[in-house]
């Protein structure tokens, strides 16, 4: 059975953009509960941390040195389905190539400007969400 939460980021491109609002906007209008959200500012270090999945591929320290350039916005979220949906909603890594409608066609930049990060799995996002939250700050 699909699980009920997912976990994304406003990346630094969308939130110095001033995207942050008319983003969340569209994540509610689908459907979705903010359970948890938080601004912070990753260092490189703790980019690296969270996308260590990636560490062996050639593009492991752009992706860090852009996610630590400016704030981000982590929020965690609940809807039946959750990962699935979500990953509909923000549309495909390259912005070219996302459906109209999309978060990503709508406010990415480029695929490493892409506005938004998702969880990829139930497993992912469980792990994603307490890398940056506490279960005492997600709402029951």
Not at 95 to 106: D, L, V
Not at 116 to 132: K, M, R, Y
Request: glycine share 10%; aromatic share 10%.
């Amino acid at each position: 059975m699909a699980g009920k939460r997912t976990f994304t980021m406003i990346k630094p491109d969308a939130f110095g953009a001033g995207n942050t609002g008319a983003i969340i906007k569209m994540i509610e209008e689908a459907g979705f509960k903010l359970v948890a959200g938080k601004i912070t500012h990753l260092t490189k270090e703790l980019a690296g941390k969270f996308y260590e999945v990636h560490k062996e591929r050639p593009f492991y320290g752009e992706l860090c040195d852009f996610m630590s350039s400016g704030p981000i916005m982590a929020i965690v979220l609940e809807k039946d389905n959750a990962v699935e949906d979500f990953r509909k909603l923000i549309g495909a890594t390259n912005p070219a190539e996302a459906a109209e409608g999309t978060i990503r066609k709508a406010y990415a930049k480029s695929v490493g400007e892409n506005a938004v990060h998702g969880s990829d799995s139930d497993e992912n996002a469980a792990i994603e969400s307490s890398f940056f939250f506490s279960k005492f700050e997600e709402i029951a």
